[in-house]
């Protein structure tokens, strides 16, 4: 059985939760599917030894009572005609379609690998804030957190909440750069303000910029990492380390049901000003179409949702303020930049395929390889994280249409999934084996 | 806020944690070891999102996302494979 709706966002975080809410009139059916247990998304995910984030709370309010349909756990995995949806949750398979469909799928982090990335104690950056804010132990815990961005401010916030030890956030972008950053970020005043909030906070938290881990060591954990600017090394002891790079967005739906993408190096979903892709009644809004953080999202989020209802009279008051928080897409990736020592941290013996374990090896450096073709030398891009995490490390050391090319031929299903979900698939393409 | 405390039972250790807490922060109290990498090797949660699959662990028997999986009262989680 499939279960028609006016309309089906993918993603409970702060684009959809606002679109939903946009979209809503007396009578629409209205379904959000995220597969987290909870709505909120990256930044406003459920942590349960503190009150919700306001803005998160006062969204909540209207959507809890509006008859908004939520499929938490719920994972969309595979397409059918119509599109119809295929997700699949802890107790089984459902399929549901809508009249229209909106991408809020967000982001994910870009790691980028380097001796002993693999290590127990090594997290991503907004993976270790994730993973604390679900309870995972770092009270009185020595944390570093490397890599680049503000994400990585956001994470030092919260592991201080839940009482780590953040010995130093580690900023590769050089302090020139880092200072260029906020002196422009006044044109935004929404992102000044959560800017200012994050620093109040880190006073005593000492801000490196220009340096990086170049190496990570423990025996069966971490115990330490290497930081160097280049020329000299220095030993930081510590008990957790979360690293990343900044985010890429998640386009591998969209991309699966054929939206075009826009930009090379990390592709985004290509969208109209009013969030509509290339397909006619699918939108797309938030971290799926550029990495421009949680103002932009929302902005994306509610007028995606009135222009996928048709609600062209509401639009117009949204269309300035959205472009201008498009803006901050460059603004960020300008300064956030990453230097050329980082994206080559990993020797022939680093594993760059976490899932299978695989090094580089005799693929190393031998730029250009297409994505095929190393998928066959190495194995990469076959573990069950489908690529998610190598093939954009190996974009940032190869020449640009890498992902471009892999993303051309995209197979179901979008996610490892159960034997039955496939056999009811039956599309006659190649799906990846459960595992 | 002060939620309900669960237990769950990580490779035979009762652990007990408050409500609305992952199976992946139950495993962390009891061990970093979460699943062998095909090379052997130790491995952990990294992603924290879902989609890394390094936290992949024998939950009520089916194998499942750690850091993905609300604590409810008596599961029973395995790590290690
Ligand atoms: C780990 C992490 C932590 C972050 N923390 C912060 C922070 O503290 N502060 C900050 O300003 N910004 C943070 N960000 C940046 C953040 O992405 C944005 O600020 C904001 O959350 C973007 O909103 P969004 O709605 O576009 O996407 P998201 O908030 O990422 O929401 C997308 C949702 O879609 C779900 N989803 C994706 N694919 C599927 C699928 N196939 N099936 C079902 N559900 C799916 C995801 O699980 C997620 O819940 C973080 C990003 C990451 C990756």
């Known amino acids: ?435 | 806020m002060s939620p309900r405390s669960v237990t769950v039972h990580v490779n035979g250790v009762p652990v007990t944690l408050p409500e609305g807490t992952t199976v992946a922060a139950a495993i962390a109290g009891v061990t970093g070891h979460f699943r062998a990498a095909p090379g052997g090797a130790p491995r952990g949660p990294f992603c924290g999102m879902g989609y890394c699959g390094e936290c992949r662990v024998r939950i009520d028997g089916v194998i499942r996302l750690a850091c993905q999986t609300p604590v409810s009262p008596g599961l029973l989680v395995e790590t290690g494979g």
Not at chain 1, 44 to 64: C, E, G, K, V
Not at chain 1, 328 to 333: D, I, P, S
Not at chain 1, 422 to 431: E, F, K, S, V, W
Request: net charge positive; charged share 20%.
């Open chain 1, 1 to 435: 059985m499939v279960d028609v709706f006016d309309l089906v966002i993918v993603g409970a975080g702060p684009a959809g939760l606002e679109a939903a809410r946009s979209a809503f009139a007396p009578g629409r059916r209205i379904a959000v599917v995220d597969d987290n247990p909870r709505p909120g998304g990256q930044i406003w995910r459920h942590d349960p030894t503190q009150d919700p984030p306001r803005a998160f709370r006062s969204l909540w309010d209207h959507l809890d009572s509006s008859g908004t349909r939520f499929l938490c756990s719920h994972r969309l995995v595979a397409f059918e005609s119509g599109p119809t949806l295929v997700l699949e949750s802890p107790t089984g398979t459902r399929r549901i379609r809508g009249e229209r469909l909106l991408f809020a799928c967000g982001a994910r982090e870009l790691f980028l690998p380097f001796p002993g990335w693999t290590l127990p104690g090594v997290y991503g950056a907004g993976g270790l804030q994730a993973l604390a804010k679900g309870g995972l132990p770092v009270a009185g815990r020595t944390v570093v957190l490397a890599g680049s961005g503000p994400l990585l401010l956001a994470s030092a916030v919260t592991l201080l909440r839940h009482g780590a030890r953040v010995e130093a956030i580690i900023e590769q972008a050089p302090t020139g750069e880092v200072a260029r950053f906020l002196a422009l970020l006044p044109r935004w005043p929404l992102q000044t303000l959560a800017a200012l909030a994050l620093i109040r906070r880190l006073i005593r938290v000492p801000y490196w910029r220009g340096v990086w881990v170049s190496g990570a060591r423990g025996r069966d954990r971490l115990c330490e990492v290497e930081v160097t600017d280049g020329r000299t090394n220095r030993i930081l002891p510590c008990e957790a380390l979360g690293t990343g790079y900044g985010l890429v967005p998640n386009i591998e739906a969209p991309n699966l049901l054929g939206c075009k993408l826009t930009g090379s190096l990390h592709p985004a979903v290509a969208v109209d000003s009013q969030g509509e892709t290339s397909l006619p009644g699918i939108y797309a809004a938030g971290e799926v179409t550029g990495i421009g953080g949680v103002g932009r999202a929302r902005l994306q989020g509610a007028l995606a949702g009135v222009a996928a209802m048709g609600e062209t009279q509401r639009i117009h008051g949204l269309l300035g303020r959205a472009r201008h928080a498009n803006a901050y897409v460059g603004h960020l990736a300008q300064h956030f930049r990453l230097r050329e020592p980082v994206r080559r941290l990993a020797g022939p013996a680093t594993v760059v395929c976490r899932c299978e374990d695989a090094a580089l090896g005799p693929a190393h450096g031998t730029s250009p390889v297409d994505p095929r073709a190393l998928r066959l030398l190495t194995r990469i891009g076959m573990g069950h994280c489908q690529g998610r995490i190598c093939l954009h490390a190996l974009a940032e050391t190869r020449p640009e249409p890498f992902l471009r090319e892999w993303l051309a031929r995209p197979r179901p299903p979008l996610f490892p999934t159960r034997l039955e979900t496939l056999a009811g698939l039956g599309d006659g393409t190649n799906p990846v084996p459960p595992t």
